[in-house]
């Protein structure tokens, strides 16, 4: 099961975060955090799935956006950004940047 977790922002809207394995077939091993900005977390389940993500479930709050990401997802036009799950192990010199949706889908298909 995914971690993840929400935020409800001020005007009623939700920030859903999900942890999920990479799609890619290049490292299976890799995890992706994804990022979704809408009306509630029903809402924002259900653009992953129309994406093609079908098992995706949020089970509790253990692993809510940090105001950071919320940021990122509320400036991206589309409101659905992804980016690798940092390794804690290997300290990273330069934070890797958000990407929209259609990357890593574009690099699953392929």
Not at 4 to 33: E, I, M, Q, Y
Not at 39 to 55: S, V, Y
Not at 78 to 100: F, H, M, Q, S
């Amino acid at each position: 099961m995914a971690a993840g977790g929400f935020c409800k922002l001020p005007n009623g809207r939700v920030v859903v975060a999900l942890n999920l394995p990479s799609p890619s077939a290049a490292d299976p091993d890799a995890a992706v955090r994804v990022l979704v900005h809408a009306q509630n977390r029903a809402r924002a389940l259900t653009r992953l799935r129309n994406l093609g993500l079908r098992a995706v479930y949020l089970r509790g709050n253990a692993a809510p956006p940090t105001p950071d990401e919320i940021t990122a997802v509320l400036h991206h036009p589309d409101g659905l950004i992804w980016r690798t799950t940092p390794d804690n192990a290997v300290p990273a010199t330069v934070p890797e940047l958000w990407r929209p949706i259609r990357a890593l889908l574009r690099g699953a298909a392929a």
